[in-house]
């Protein structure tokens, strides 16, 4: 693993640079936190490992830079400050572990190993896009070409449904299922209904239709 390793304390970094190279890791490390926050956010690294007591910026700091830039490496903080309310404002600020100093490497090694198995977070997704269409996540609404839709709550579950299966067939079953929540047939035109809504408000007054049904089948969102 590429490893990124901020501390000043010369000694300690001696020690566990030296340890982790041997256990056939690839480390860099830096004494400076301002640095610390640069090289993290050029990215390339499997994990940073972080002292909360660094010149020029605190561990923490970075650790928060970090996690608004949306940088999801693991991050271990590896310090002396030890209290309940250090660990809790540490793990809250986005530490993916927290270990307390004076510490065993072995302990600091099988951390590392967790962190490793475990599988890689996705980035936060803000916006689907289909062509000119664009859902945004946050506000629930829509646009294309550059004029913004507004969306009852169910159109927009049924609309993110299709977006996030473009080109997929969905059948009047796979979307009672997963946008009404029904695993039974109301015998109802719900779905008839809410996609004719839909389609006056993403397809008809634009020049080209995506939401397409297939007779018998089902519907198809495709740009």
């Known amino acids: 693993?590429?490893?990124?390793?901020?501390?000043?304390?010369a000694e300690a970094a001696r020690y566990v640079v030296k340890s982790l190279l041997a256990e056939g890791h690839v480390v860099d490390h830096l004494a400076d936190g301002r640095d610390a926050l640069s090289q993290?956010?050029?990215?390339?690294?499997?994990?940073?490992?972080l002292d909360r007591m660094l010149p020029g910026l605190d561990g923490l700091s970075v650790l928060q830079a970090l996690r608004a830039a949306r940088v999801t490496a693991p991050v271990?903080?590896?310090?002396?400050?030890?209290?309940?309310?250090?660990?809790?404002?540490?793990l809250r600020a986005g530490a993916d572990d927290y270990m307390v100093k004076p510490f065993a490497f072995v302990e600091l090694l099988a951390r590392i190993d967790?962190?490793?198995?475990?599988p890689a977070l996705q980035a936060e997704v803000l916006e689907l896009v289909a062509g000119d269409l664009v859902l945004d996540i946050a506000s629930r609404r829509a646009r294309r070409d550059g004029q913004w839709i507004d969306l009852q709550p169910r159109e927009y579950l049924l609309l993110r449904h299709f977006m996030e299966r473009q080109g997929r067939v969905q059948?009047?079953?796979?979307?009672?299922?997963?946008?009404?929540?029904?695993?039974?047939?109301?015998?109802?035109?719900?779905?008839?209904t809410?996609?004719?809504?839909?389609?006056?408000?993403?397809?008809?007054?634009?020049?080209?239709?995506?939401?397409?049904?297939?007779?018998?089948?089902?519907?198809?969102?495709?740009?």
């Not at 967790?114 to 475990?118: F, G």
Request: hydrophobic content about 40%; aromatic content about 8%.
């Open 171 to 192: 059948t009047r079953t796979v979307l009672l299922e997963s946008v009404w929540g029904l695993h039974f047939d109301p015998k109802t035109s719900v779905v008839e």
């Open 114 to 118: 967790t962190l490793r198995r475990r």
């Open 40 to 49: 993290a956010m050029a990215g390339g690294y499997d994990m940073v490992i």
């Open 76 to 90: 271990i903080l590896l310090t002396a400050m030890g209290s309940i309310d250090d660990r809790v404002t540490g």
């Open 1 to 9: 693993m590429k490893l990124l390793y901020a501390e000043d304390d």
């Open 194 to 223: 809410h996609i004719s809504r839909l389609r006056n408000k993403i397809d008809r007054p634009f020049a080209k239709p995506y939401l397409t049904t297939l007779h018998g089948v089902g519907y198809v969102l495709q740009p």
